[in-house]
């Protein structure tokens, strides 16, 4: 997206569609059961990797529709992005030193 | 930016909308941060404890855990078509929709109830003797458990509390089109929520 574009939405606010919200909300009940699914027919390590793909994927959904982040001024999503570097840090440091005990 | 709109009396009110949505985002990491730090925890014991986290959460009732994320989902619709609503100007549809979206929380609890009082009746509780019989790794993934649901259920409470506030509001006017912030960061707030059960539900009831 791009800044004017972002910038006149500041002004004269974005409205998404609810058909559009209501195909989120599909896509987001889908990957529930698809997840669920994996998980059940396939424990173990295919369920973990589907988990593993899709459940960013619905993370993202939510945060760029529902939380209008892909409608936002590009810093709102480097904002968030800062976050997310912030808890992989804290996350890396343990298990560094978790793993080197 | 800074909006100026002059009120009936040429009074000037002072308005920050990007200041106020940057106050709420920042509030926001700080519950991912929160949040995130359980998850770390959990994320290191998991690797200590790999085959007593495994055997533990096949106490969970799955099926339970998957529908309690479809309410969840279903409640994050109705909260953005309620603000979408809210923005076009038709306060009685978005207060229908917030309605909703109070109903499904209830829901969501609901479940969590007959979920707690199950494990509950198995004294599968934190404090309990019988979880301290239990190998250590198991003890430690109930307790996880229950303080993540249990911080997450917290935040579905408040939740709830502000959306009765912001419907209040919403009725007497003080929350309309073109001031519905209020409501529009009770929805992000209620987004992040349901964006924690996204992670929670994987974690606890479908891989562990």
Same mark, same amino acid.
């Given at each position: 997206m791009h800044d004017a574009h972002a910038t006149a939405h500041a002004e004269h606010e974005h409205i998404v569609p609810d058909g559009l919200q209501v195909l989120i909300w599909i896509s987001l009940m889908l990957l529930t059961l698809i997840t669920a699914g994996a998980s059940i027919l396939f424990p173990g390590r295919v369920g973990i990797g589907v988990a593993m793909v899709v459940t960013p994927l619905k993370a993202a959904l939510i945060l760029m529709f529902f939380m209008h982040l892909k409608y936002e001024k590009p810093v709102f999503r480097w904002m968030f992005l800062t976050a997310m570097a912030i808890l992989a840090v804290v996350m890396g440091l343990t298990f560094f030193d978790y793993s080197h005990r | 930016m800074n909006t100026q709109a002059a009120t009936a009396t040429g009074h000037v009110v002072h308005r920050d909308p990007v200041g106020a949505k940057t106050g709420m985002w920042l509030f926001l990491f700080t519950e991912v941060l929160l949040f995130g730090g359980l998850f770390v925890v959990y994320a290191v014991y998991r690797q200590m404890h790999t085959a007593d986290f495994h055997e533990a959460a096949y106490e969970l009732n799955r099926y339970m855990g998957v529908a309690n994320t479809f309410v969840l989902l279903t409640s994050s619709l109705t909260m953005v078509l309620a603000v979408g609503a809210l923005q076009r100007g038709q306060a009685g549809r978005s207060l229908r929709w917030l309605g909703a979206t109070f109903a499904l929380a209830a829901v969501f609890l609901v479940v969590k109830y007959f979920e707690w009082s199950a494990k509950y009746s198995h004294?599968?509780?934190? +404090?309990?003797e019988y979880l301290k019989e239990l190998p250590h790794g198991q003890d430690l993934f109930y307790n996880l458990y229950f303080m993540m649901t249990g911080l997450h259920g917290i935040h579905v409470v408040i939740g709830m509390i502000v959306m009765a506030v912001v419907f209040a509001k919403i009725r007497s006017g003080a929350? #309309?089109? +073109? #001031?519905h912030g209020m409501l529009e960061y009770t929805g992000l707030y209620w987004h992040l929520v349901d964006l924690v059960w996204v992670f929670l539900l994987p974690l606890f009831y479908l891989t562990a």
């Open positions: - | 004294h599968i509780f934190p +404090g309990q929350v #309309r089109a +073109g #001031r």
